[in-house]
């Protein structure tokens, strides 16, 4: 489990294909002495274990359908992940809760600034969209963002210069890919409603309680 507050800008060294899975290697300024064999890092979003670690640098096994899922084939040797270790019991949850299991990719539409942030729009599909709410949380490449607005196939976010800065959204551009995960919460209202797209788009107090959410 993860927070969405990214500790570090790590950089690939190498994505290795073998068969339908891979192997990636990233360098990281993460402290190694407090490293495990594993353990679990989120890369750009994506929960991935440990399996090598040291001189500034780990490896991690990718799965097929992580690499089905997520824009990690994408990356190039050099390019900047965000890097999130899990959470501990004992941390302050600043984020909002993140699983590390992504629900599929995005596309930016729309990157302007408003003020001294900066405002992002993002296509999906309309099923993601379904499990977003204006005002709740969705990560964004491992980033915890807060939803400004959602419509049928796409949401919007703001994004502060302390985010833009420590994060990898600094390189993204309109047309970019990016991984997504949405609420959690909201995912157990999907499936409590049988979430089949012909669903009512409202939740009744009054079947939330029945359900046990209230």
Not at 6 to 32: C, F, K, N
């Amino acid at each position: 489990m993860f927070t969405g507050l990214i500790e570090d800008l790590g950089t690939l060294v190498e994505l290795r294909r073998g068969g339908d899975a891979a192997t990636i290697t990233i360098a990281t300024a993460l402290p190694m002495a407090e490293l495990r064999l594993g353990e679990s890092i989120a890369v750009n979003g994506a929960c991935l274990t440990v399996t090598v670690f040291g001189d500034g640098r780990f490896t991690a096994d990718v799965s097929p359908e992580t690499l089905e899922k997520t824009t990690l084939t994408s990356l190039q040797r050099g390019s900047r992940v965000n890097l999130e270790r899990a959470l501990r019991l004992s941390d302050r949850l600043g984020g909002h809760l993140v699983t590390g299991h992504v629900d599929g990719q995005a596309r930016i539409i729309e990157r302007a600034r408003q003020g001294n942030a900066w405002r992002f729009g993002f296509q999906c599909d309309p099923a993601m969209a379904r499990q977003i709410v204006a005002k709740g949380s969705v990560a964004v490449d491992g980033i915890s963002l807060t939803v400004n607005e959602v419509h049928d196939d796409r949401f919007a976010v703001m994004v502060i210069p302390h985010t833009l800065e420590q994060t990898n959204l600094a390189g993204h551009q309109v047309g970019g890919q990016m991984n997504i995960e949405t609420d959690l919460i909201g995912k157990y209202v999907a499936r409590l409603l049988g979430d089949s797209g012909s669903q009512p788009r409202g939740v009744t107090l009054d079947l939330l309680a029945k359900s046990g959410f209230l």
